[in-house]
């Protein structure tokens, strides 16, 4: 699977202050979360120039919302009207608080928490992680009921863990503990031969036998390598995925754990490529979370979040069901029927004209759910509206990808195959809020 | 968990053409981290085998080996315990528990590995444990002439190892198992 193809200089601040290419397709401008830190290319928008350590660098962990609020109020709003709506500080100040608010009532109202959540949920760490938990069925709506959850599912993954991560020699050591075996003090052993006890043939090491254990263990063993290889690529810009610190080996042993009890309890799709940058923005989230007891367990939350988000687009990595109807390829041909009822002159110039397969720029947008198109806080903005848009993330994620498309169609349509090819495959850093914004628009009515 | 392959005596091509193909189709890479062997393989060819098993190969010298490189006897350190490694045709009388159990404690090891007999033994004294994995190929000693073919797998985990020994008795392979567990290196019984 091809690294995160935005090379550092494209993601510099450079590039944002130049003015966006796509100059009057864009609708009237929709008013971005200003709370968020956008790397917005458009000059319309409010320079943050005091927030320059931008997204566009590695990201380093989540700003506290705090500053971000406090500069918002600091800088002047607008330059010169050429918006409708400028961002104002007061906006983010309501949307944090209506979410604040959504958020501590004693049933949450998960209708109305998709809705605020879908226009993008503010910078901060401990609201983002409780809200994604919400919104993947993690906790149910019912406050009271949450440490329940909390407590029974993180000793079913304990459980999981102690289970499926043993390695053979471990798991008959308790098997005979538990029949109570002849106790092995050396000193009651007397000197001359050993005894020996017979043993069924699947036992041993170098059984073949499918149903053995040590079999089964060694086979495995190719999954746990693939896993391993692929933790270690993961974010390798991050400090927080790689690297050589111990903060990074515990976060990539976290990862490689969560992947392999997936793994080990779905041996229909074992483990494909792509996984682990599915789970490391999820991973992250509920890691920064400011409260340190959450944080503590945010592997085994990431896990069942993980599988939740995974249970919905699971059908893509299965490479049987490829050609079939829930397939990946079958999906890929959706987006395209639903680019030609948007617009079809864009694809009729892409698919015709310049011959592009879809296949070839949609694939990794739709199983990676857009992690490698666009940095890792950009990201986080797109999945808060994927996971919280009521038509579901598959669909959410189709109308996204369109928006994508149509945002460049000037570029496009201007370009031959290798030059739209490159482009796609390389897709420039725009302003998420406005490209979201479009995909609203999408919507089927 | 480390899995450690005992075996030796081989004799190819003098006494036996092959391992049993039973034997063959178990050993496959990837499972074994290392190999001790008691000697006798006796040609290149199957220190090459051998090596296609497991790249951590240790040999001694047996009398009938053609490489004369191999040393007398060997340690090695493996997890939690030692393990001396000797073909046995030096310790006289061949086979004797009280004249091993010298070499033992001069090599200062745990677990002693020898050869030479042909046949499979595992016996305990105080201070620790003498292996004898047989022949793999049951090719005949100078003392028996009717020999199974067998070999040990040692799965050494912390402070024990569950010994694992194949024999392969008319035709079918017969696996054994024997635990041992080394007292602690604190002075209190466990």
Sequence with gaps: ?445 | MVLVLALGDLHVPHRAADLPPKFKSMLVPGKIQHIICTGNLCIKEIHDYLKTICPDLHIVRGEFDEDARYSETKTLTIGQFKLGLCHGHQVIPWGDLDSLAMLQRQLDVDILVTGHTHQFTAYKHEGGVVINPGSATGAYSSINQDVNPSFVLMDIDGLRVVVYVYELIDGEVKVDKIDFKKASTSTSAP
Aim: proline share 8%; glycine share 4%; aromatic share 8%.
């Design chain 1, 1 to 445: 699977m091809a690294k995160k193809g935005i090379p550092e200089w494209l993601n510099s601040s450079l590039w944002s202050s130049s003015p966006s290419p796509i100059p009057d397709d864009r609708p009237l401008r929709h008013t971005p979360p200003a709370a968020t830190t956008t790397v917005a290319p458009s000059p319309p928008i409010v320079e943050h120039p005091s927030l320059s350590p931008s997204p566009s660098t590695a990201p380093a962990p989540i700003r506290p919302p705090s500053n971000s609020k406090s500069e918002n109020n600091d800088l002047p709003n607008g330059s010169g009207g050429i918006d409708v709506t400028p961002p104002t500080a007061a906006e983010d100040v309501s949307r944090k608080t209506q979410v604040v608010a959504e958020l501590s009532k004693k049933v949450i109202d998960l209708k109305e928490l998709r809705k605020i959540a879908s226009q993008g949920l503010p910078d901060d760490a401990a609201i983002r992680s409780l809200v994604w938990k919400l919104l993947l069925g993690y906790l149910s709506p019912d406050r009271s009921l949450w440490s329940s959850e909390f407590a029974k599912k993180r000793s079913q993954y304990k459980q999981f863990k102690d289970e499926l991560l043993m390695n053979p020699s471990e798991v008959t050591r308790k098997m005979e503990k538990s029949k109570g075996g002849a106790s092995n003090d050396p000193k009651l052993q007397a000197p001359g031969a050993l005894s020996r006890s017979e043993i069924t043939h699947e036992d041993h090491p170098l059984s073949l036998g499918t149903t053995s254990l040590w079999n089964n263990f060694f086979k495995d063993t190719e999954v746990l390598e693939q896993i391993d290889r692929d933790v270690l690529r993961t974010h390798p810009d991050m400090h927080f995925f790689s690297g050589d610190s111990a903060v990074a080996k515990s976060n990539q042993d976290a990862l490689k754990n969560v992947l392999t009890i997936f793994a080990k309890l779905n041996p229909g799709i074992r483990y494909v490529q792509g996984m682990n940058e599915i789970l490391a923005p999820i991973f992250y989230i509920f890691k920064n979370d400011p409260d340190k007891g959450n944080a503590a367990y945010a592997e085994a939350d990431a896990f069942f979040c993980f599988v939740e988000l995974m249970s919905g687009f699971r059908d893509n990595f299965c490479q049987q069901l490829d050609n079939s109807v829930v397939g990946i390829r079958y999906t890929i041909t959706r987006l395209s029927m639903l680019l030609k009822h948007h617009d079809e002159e864009l694809w009729r110039h892409l698919e015709v004209t310049t011959k592009i397969n879809p296949q070839f720029y949609a694939f990794r947008w739709i199983t990676l759910l857009l992690t490698q198109e666009f940095n890792f806080v950009e990201s986080l903005h797109i999945w808060d509206t994927l996971l919280s848009d009521p038509e579901g993330p598959q669909e959410t994620l189709l109308r996204i990808c369109c928006a994508m498309l149509i945002l460049v169609r000037r570029r496009l349509l201007a370009g031959d195959f290798t030059s739209n090819l490159k482009l796609l495959q390389n897709y420039p850093p725009t302003n998420i809020s406005h490209m979201l914004y479009v995909a609203d628009k999408l919507r089927s009515k």
